[in-house]
Structures are given as C-alpha cells and as structure tokens.
C-alpha cells in the first residue's frame, strides 16, 4: 500500500490500481466515461482529469487522466482544483455538441451515465447554436435497438464487444470528424453476450428492444432481486415490471457468478413470463375432454378429495421449481412416493456433481474461473449449455498475456499495454467436442470427438496424471494435455450434462482428483441442465417412475414430463394413473393430458430458492403479485396440505426451516437471505424507487383510482416505495442508487473493492463444504451403435422456458442435424435433406446440413424447448423420404451455432 494525498486528505492506496479505481473507492465523486472495471483503462474519453503536482510547493501541476495514471507513494492529486473541473466541464460541453437533447422521451433518460456526469462536472447551458451531426441508425436484431445519434464515442461499446466477449462483428468505422459504432451492414448481432450493450453504453446508443415494446420510465419500475432460470450458473438478475407485466431484465451485481454481465438468453429470455401460453385459473377436464374453469376453493376441495380418497400417490417434482415447492410436494406425498421428475442419465449426472460437491474438488465460481491458466473442456457446449461460463472461460485465456505484463511491470489495468504485448499469445485451452465450438477461436487445439472417444480420452488423461511416469500408452493429445495441466498455476477442467454421456462426467471427476494430489490449486467446473438440478436430486432417491408402476393420483409440479422422457414411456405413464393434477405456469403436453391444472407463479411472481452448479443456495423474489388465481406453487400444496389435515406451514419461511432440519445437506440455505421479519430502522426494503411517480391515467378506464399496492407477508420485501434499499443486505437490494449516480455504475459505491466483493456480502450461502478426497470412478463397458446421435443444445431454442419469449423465438433456428460428408454419405443424406429420428412411433425430422467440423461416425441433432434429448439419444436415424425443406428455415452451420 502507498499514501497518497488528495485534497489535501492522506488515503492509502492499492499500488495495483489506477487513480481512478482508487478515488471511487474512497467515495470520490469523479466522472467518467471511456473506463470499466472489467475492461481497464484506454484514456479515450479524457473525462476523469484531475491535477497531479510534483510537490507541495507546486500551486500549478499538471493535468492527468485519473484513469492512466498509476499510484506511487508519496503522489499529490486534486479532484476539486479548479483547472481540472473545467476542464472535465469543457469535455463535457464538447460532447454535447452532437448529443441531442431529448432527455424527456429517451429511453435511457433517468438511468443515464451521461446524465449523471453532465451534471456532476456544473455543465447546463450550451453556447453551440449550429447544425448538429448525425448519423442513420441500423438494425442489429430482435434484441438490441440503435440511435447512433446519442453516441460520444467512448469506444466502451467496441471494447466491451470485440475484446471482452469475442464479437467480431460490431466495430468502430471512421471517416474525417465522423466515427460511427455498428455493423457493416444491418443484420443480428450475433455474439450471444451481445445483450450487455444496453448496459455497457453510457447513453443511449443500444436500447432493449424488449422494454421499448412496452416503454415504461426507469423510475417507474418496481423491481425485486432474483435468479436467472435459464441454466444451472445462477446469475443474479434485477426483475422489473409495471402494472403486472414483466419489462425487463437487468444483470444485478454478483462478485463470484455473474459480475457485470449476462448473456443473452438471461436478458431477454423471461418475456415467457407476458405470453398468451400462461395458465390464468385453475381447470378441470370435463367428459368432453375440455378444461372447464373451477374456483380456487372448488379446485382445492376437489383435489384434496382426490388425495384422501387414493390408496397411492406420487408427486413429480422439478428442477425448473423451486426448492420450497419440490419440498411441499415431498413433504404432501411422502418422502417414499416423491420422484425429482429427472430422467436417468440427468439423475445419474446430478448425483455425480454432488459427489463432487461433498468432496475436495468442490466446483468452482465463475470469478474463480477467470483467474485458471490452463483449461481442458471435455465434452461441454459451455457457451450454448451454460453461456455466462463462457464469456469467464474467455477471460481465462488472456491470463498468459497478464502474466507477461506483470512480468513486464506494465499495470494489468493499462488494457492497451497489455494486449501490446501479448499479442495473439492466449493461455492453453484445449476443448473436446463433437462438434466445432464458439470457443474455439480462443483454443490451444479444438479436437472432434465422439462422445465416446472423449470419455476415453478423458480417463486415459487421468491415468496419465497418475502415473506420470508411465508414458508408454500415451497418445500425443493425452501427452500435450497432461503437460500443460501439470505445469500450470491453476488448472481448470469443465464439463457438463449437456452431451447426456456419463461417462464424460465420471471422466472429468477422474481428471480433478488425479491433479488434485499433485496442484491444490486444480478446479472444477461442472454444468447442470437446469436452476434447481442440485436441488431435486438432494431430496429425491427416486427420478422418474418405474415402468408400469402404478398410482391413484399423481401430482406434478412444474414439469413437462415429455421433456423427460419417450413418448412411449409418457404414455405408459398415464396409463397406469388413474388422476393427473399437475401445478405449473405455462401449458404444456402434460398440462394438456391432466384432469385437474393448478395455475402457478413464475420466478417474476414468487419467492423461491435455488441451488447452482457450485451449490450455492440463492433466494428469487418476484417483481409483483400474480393476477387472478395464480399462487406459487408451494402456496397451492400448502393449501391442499391444509385441506388434507396433514402437517403444513404457514409462510414460506416455516417451509424453508422444515427443509433445513429435515435434510442436512441444505441446512445452510435458510441463511442464503433473511426472512419476512427483517427489517432495518424499522422498514422492508422497497420495490419501487424513491422516484417513483406513482399516479398515471394507464387504468383511467376501469377506475380513476390509483390502485392500492398489494402487501407482501412472504418476504422482507415490500410492493411500495416506502422502505429501506441503500442499506439493505445484498440479497434483498432490488436495485442500486446513490446519490448523483442513477445508472448502473453506482454498484461501486456498494463494493468493497472496485470490481470486487459486495461490501454486504455477495449473495447466497454455499451449501457443501468437505474435504473429503473423492475417489477414482472406474469406467462403464460401453458398446453403443456405430452412429452416436448427439445433442446439440442452443442458446435460444434448447431452454424449456426460455425459448418461449417472443424475441427468443425470433433468434432461434430451426431444428437441424450436422453431420460430416463421410457421416452424410453413409446414412445417404446431403445438405437440406430430411434426416428422420425414429423411435416407437414417433419421429422428429431435421434438416441437414454438412459441416467438417463434426466428428466422424456422429449426426449432431439441434433439439428445441418442445423436444426431450433423451428421447434423441435413443432413436434410430434414416433418411425422410417424405421431407420438404421450409421455404424459410433457418438452418445455420456448426460455425454459428450460437445464431
């Protein structure tokens, strides 16, 4: 540390950090504009001068950018000298040249950085009087809107999109005094993390189309904190909505998953929460097959009837519900008649991952991930399978050229020195994959294997490891791989669920636990398939029932059981159960085949918990109440608990405990977030912001009353502006604002480092904890078919839920299978032919496309929200003699598999 002074105020200062990190962090209110924590510094924007002096004798000094200039012991700055404030005013002025002033009807208006920092340099009056400079604005996709107009060329948006995600397609083009930031031509942007320009943009240049659709004031949102439901990360997201309609989705500051940034499938893929496929009241099937509507109390008297009456019941949970009501159903059917509704190979993945959880290995965070030197992905589509892990496996390769920079003793925030430097240099990271990868462009080697061969090779990896000096059985690949992992600082090994191949999992485990004993530092990384994966297989010993196992009742939660398994097995199980109750959201073929449907909540709505891949338990609020006879889903079996006579909770909380005292491994959760009790100087924490505008004419025609805010019991949340947020703990804090910063730059004044931990604690409580040593899992006989049918997931089209929003679908492709032209001739295909997936009877058709990068001997299936990979896994393949390719299919390549 080194002691600096500025305003004539001692501060001791980090020697690692710029000028400007340090004074935000000391509470200084400095503007900028060009410079982000996660991108460092580039100087372009010159808006952060202060003046530097060489002594105290030095009435004059200097003027420096705050964001190049480093600490050094003994340095003399001032913020409030009146040459630098005027000369940050003058900045200012000169970007307002161009920039329309149209505060009032811009999107970005109350949110905005430019705003915040126009009025914190004292600039109001503009002395230019002539013609401004425009520009014409592009399409860039059913995501992002544009209005070049509004630009002050910080050059944060190219940065952020080119050198932190890998885009290559938005860039900064120039001509004499016009610099204009968009694409050659117009067309989607096709980087899966292109979404964070709405955030990343300090004005309003990238706007969220989605919000524009229904445009509400940034004041006049209430929001709430939750968990993103799209994959197994648990990335933390800010909720918003307005008169009970969801209106966007904002990434919410977490220091160990998501940081600044989401993808896209995070942002924009809750729209499921508006669509016209939400079930409004509760329904009976009546003789004529039809849904007839039924009271909320005739629903419940009728099903707890049904439950009394049955001589056997079982419930179907969910990995997309939440823990609570995976656990009301398991406490209201018994522990014994409880199934986690995953199928087999999802079951026997989730087990292996909490194997890995309860020993040494443990699973790594995201910043965890960033901070690896060597990586080895085995068998995992990370960037569509679980995509903010990519963007941090992204910022792992660069960690040789931070290497050479701290070698170099050139600062890691000096961006432009250190890439100087390194070049093209990247970190070793070697990915096995079926198919070609959006991580490839980053890779050491990029090998295309079949399932199979990547399992093999994986457990032949960790039996290098171990006997490191048995080198007669190596092949090159295995040789190179074991080298780099031994060598490096920190090795990570990824790999997932997302090929349905166990073999894979046990062979990544087996990769850790041999490196283990020899780096301690060695980390893991395992992706699930869905939020509450961990969840349900830590209540459940049984997944999916037995064949011709029957039951008088059968209640399902929040579950499309086809997604889970065969038509044939779905039907088998109607078959054999006499009524089918089923609590969800949204409809669905096992919503269609029930006699009675209970309408839930979605994550938008209710209170709820989740376990991510790492096992870190999250607590989600909803942004509002639900409309009609929608209830969460553990409120519905509550009541139907209590209708029962059978033991029930109250509140949420009560549920919550019961959990924790009942299972050991989840004792921890009920400290993920405080309970409905908290209070802080006797307040909840509010939903709407203190500038809340509270009357509008928008319900004028049912009444000119502003409605009354509902109450909350569940939470320590309240449906109001009355109440605490600045001081609330994080996992409650549904928005951040401090005084002069509106936008999403104020999370530096809740940090106790710039770009470090939350200084009230990230969110959540992670669950396991024990270091135990994890042994060797020995490898399964396989003899598969000559032909692996594998499946391909994709960002926009392989989520359940997600790929019902209505900008989602407009991104997605249609269902395709990509086979190499050896793999194609075989099966007698070409490009655009119909390749037919049979099994029983049923059948789903693809379109071809032929593509080198597929391994040989594998037709790479892409399947959507509607289809069950497991289902793909086992079917036979041949060609579709009937198939007519769509005039407007949009069938992409694997070299685009994320758009």
């Not at 002025?93 to 208006?109: A, I």
């Not at 929040?558 to 889970?564: A, F, G, K, P, T």
Request: some cysteine; proline content about 4%; charged content about 20%.
């Amino acid at each position: 540390m080194a002691k600096i002074i500025v305003d004539g105020t001692e501060i001791e200062a980090d020697e690692s950090r710029n000028l400007l990190e340090v004074l935000l962090a000391c509470g200084e209110d400095l503007p900028y504009f060009c410079w982000h924590p996660k991108m460092g510094s580039v100087g372009a924007c010159r808006q952060c001068a202060v003046v530097q002096h060489r002594n105290q004798e030095d009435e004059r000094g200097r003027i420096v950018m705050s964001c190049m200039t480093p600490i050094t012991e003994g340095a003399i700055f001032s913020v409030q000298n009146e040459t630098a404030s005027g000369f940050r005013a003058s900045v200012v002025e000169n970007l307002m040249v161009n920039h329309p002033h149209d505060c009032p009807v811009c999107e970005e208006g109350g949110e905005c950085h430019l705003q915040d920092m126009t009025v914190m340099t004292g600039h109001r009056d503009r002395s230019y009087r002539h013609l401004k400079m425009t520009f014409e604005n592009q399409y860039l996709g059913p995501f992002i809107g544009h209005e070049m107009n509004r630009c002050i060329t910080c050059y944060r948006c190219v940065r952020y999109y080119q050198d932190y995600a890998g885009g290559s397609d938005l860039a900064a083009f120039a001509s004499r005094d016009r610099v204009y930031f968009g694409r050659a031509e117009d067309g989607v942007l096709e980087n899966e993390f292109a979404g964070n320009l709405v955030e990343v943009c300090p004005t309003g240049v990238f706007t969220d189309k989605t919000l524009s659709e229904h445009y509400t004031r940034k004041w006049d949102l209430a929001s709430a904190p939750a968990i993103c439901t799209g994959c197994s990360l648990g990335c933390n997201i800010s909720v918003s909505e307005r008169y009970g309609e969801l209106r966007r989705i904002h990434n919410r500051y977490h220091g160990e998953i998501n940081g600044y940034f989401l993808c896209d499938r995070g942002r924009f893929g809750g729209q499921f929460v508006n669509s016209e496929n939400r079930i409004p009241r509760c329904g009976q099937r009546n003789s004529d097959q039809k849904f007839e509507p039924r009271s909320t109390d005739d629903a419940v008297n009728d099903i707890s009837t049904l439950i009394k009456d049955a001589g056997r019941i079982i419930g179907i949970g969910s990995a997309r519900a939440s823990l609570e009501s995976n656990y009301a159903l398991r406490q209201l059917v018994g522990e014994q008649n409880y199934f986690s509704g995953l199928d087999d190979i999802e079951a026997e993945t989730a087990n292996l991952h909490l194997r890995a959880l309860h020993s040494n290995l443990g699973i790594a965070s995201m910043t965890e991930v960033e901070d690896c030197d060597a990586i080895i992905i085995l068998g995992e589509d990370v960037t569509n399978h679980a995509p903010r892990l990519a963007l941090s496996l992204r910022q792992s390769s660069h960690n040789a050229a931070r290497s050479l920079a701290h070698d170099a003793g050139i600062p890691l925030w000096h961006d432009a020195a250190v890439r100087g430097l390194a070049q093209d240099k990247k970190s070793p990271v070697f990915i096995l994959t079926p198919y070609a990868d959006r991580l490839d462009d980053v890779s050491t080697a990029a090998i295309r294997l079949s399932p199979r061969e990547i399992a093999d090779t994986g457990f032949a990896l960790a039996n290098a490891i171990a006997a490191p000096d048995d080198t007669d059985s190596e092949n090159l690949l295995v040789a190179q791989m074991k080298t780099v992992l031994m060598s490096a600082r920190k090795p990570l090994i990824v790999s997932g669920s997302s090929l349905k191949n166990v073999e894979i999992v046990k062979a990544s485990l087996n990769v850790a636990v041999a490196l283990k004993k020899i780096n301690p530092e060695t980390r893991l990384v395992l992706a699930g398939d869905e939020c509450n994966t961990l969840a349900v297989a830590t209540l459940a010993t049984q997944h999916m029932p037995s064949p011709g196992e029957s039951a008088d009742l059968m209640i399902v939660v929040e579950n499309d059981l086809q997604r889970h398994c065969s038509p044939e097995a779905f039907s088998d199980l109607l078959a054999n159960v006499s009524h089918l109750v089923t609590i969800d959201h949204s409809d669905s073929r096992t919503v269609s085949a029930s006699h009675y449907v209970l309408p839930a909540a979605t994550f938008a709505e209710s209170e709820g918990t989740c376990i991510n891949n790492e096992g870190r338990a999250q607590r989600s609020y909803g942004a509002f109440k639900s409309k009609d006879e929608i209830a969460p889903s553990w409120l519905w079996l509550m009541r139907l608990a209590a209708a029962c006579d059978k033991p029930s909770c109250d509140a949420i909380d009560d549920l919550l405990h019961e959990c924790a005292d009942a299972i050991p491994g989840l004792a921890g959760i009920v400290a993920a977030a405080p309970d409905a009790n908290y209070r802080g100087h006797g307040l909840k924490v509010n939903r709407m912001t203190h500038r809340y505008s509270g009357r509008t004419a928008m319900r004028a025609d049912v009444n000119v009353h502003e409605p009354q805010q509902p109450g909350d019991e569940q939470s320590a949340l309240t449906y109001s502006m009355e109440g605490i947020n600045q001081s609330a703990p994080s996992s409650v804090k549904a928005y951040t604002w401090a005084p002069g910063w509106n936008s999403n730059q104020s999370i530096s004044k809740f940090q106790d480092e710039i770009g470090g931990h939350l200084s009230s604690g990230d969110p959540g409580k992670l669950l396991f904890s024990v270091d135990t040593p994890l042994e060797p899992l020995l490898p399964a006989s396989t003899s598969g078919k000559a032909l692996d049918l594998v499946p391909a997931h994709h960002i926009f089209s392989s989520d359940e839920m997600s790929s019902r929003s209505s900008a989602i679908r407009d991104a997605a492709p249609a269902p395709f299978a990509i086979l190499n032209a050896e793999t194609a001739s075989n099966l007698d295909v070409g490009q655009g032919d119909g390749l037919k997936c049979q099994s029983g009877n049923h059948h789903i058709t693809f379109q071809v496309a032929i593509d080198h990068n597929v391994a040989d001997d594998c037709a790479v299936c892409l399947f959507n929200g509607d289809s069950a990979p497991l289902f793909l896994t086992t079917a036979d393949l041949m060609r579709d003699q009937d198939w007519t390719a769509p005039d407007t299919a949009n069938l992409i390549g694997s070299d685009r598999m994320s758009r």
